[in-house]
């Protein structure tokens, strides 16, 4: 039976991505991706609710991100769910799900540059 582990987001960056280089010259960055929903409620009032993700760019996309990207950046993301573990420092294991970028696309408006 074949699966299928898609994510397709397009949302806020909540900080500048943290950025490292790797063993061999691997560039990895991570940040914050903020989702928001709106909706009306009961009572006809404009609610939203915000979701944060952690997303994970290898490569030449993190490079691009460090190059870029930006807190508060619009972009688009294609990518992959991932969950991991770790053992705390009480021995008691941890869950991280994060997603694992494959595709990006700035979204942000260009300023306009006045020509001389």
Same mark, same amino acid.
């Given at each position: 039976?074949?699966?299928?582990?898609?994510? *397709?987001?397009?949302?806020?960056?909540?900080?500048?991505?943290?950025?490292?280089?790797?063993?061999?010259?691997?560039?990895?960055?991570?940040?914050?991706?903020? *989702? *928001?929903?709106?909706?009306?409620?009961?009572?006809?009032?404009?609610?939203?609710?915000?979701? %944060?993700? *952690?997303?994970?760019? %290898?490569?030449?996309?993190?490079?691009?991100?460090?190059?870029?990207?930006?807190?508060?950046? @619009?972009?688009?993301?294609?990518?992959?769910?991932?969950?991991?573990?770790?053992?705390?420092?009480?021995?008691?294991?941890?869950?991280?799900?994060?997603?694992?970028?494959?595709?990006?696309?700035? @979204?942000?408006?260009?300023?306009?540059?006045?020509?001389?």
């Amino acid at each position: 039976m074949r699966s299928l582990n898609k994510v *397709t987001l397009i949302g806020n960056l909540g900080a500048d991505p943290d950025f490292q280089q790797l063993d061999g010259n691997v560039a990895v960055a991570k940040f914050s991706l903020a *989702t *928001t929903e709106t909706f009306k409620d009961r009572n006809g009032q404009t609610q939203s609710n915000t979701d %944060w993700h *952690t997303v994970v760019l %290898w490569r030449n996309l993190a490079e691009l991100a460090h190059k870029y990207l930006q807190k508060g950046s @619009l972009i688009y993301l294609e990518g992959k769910l991932k969950t991991r573990h770790y053992d705390d420092k009480d021995g008691n294991r941890r869950y991280v799900t994060e997603i694992i970028g494959e595709q990006l696309i700035m @979204l942000d408006k260009k300023a306009n540059v006045d020509a001389e």
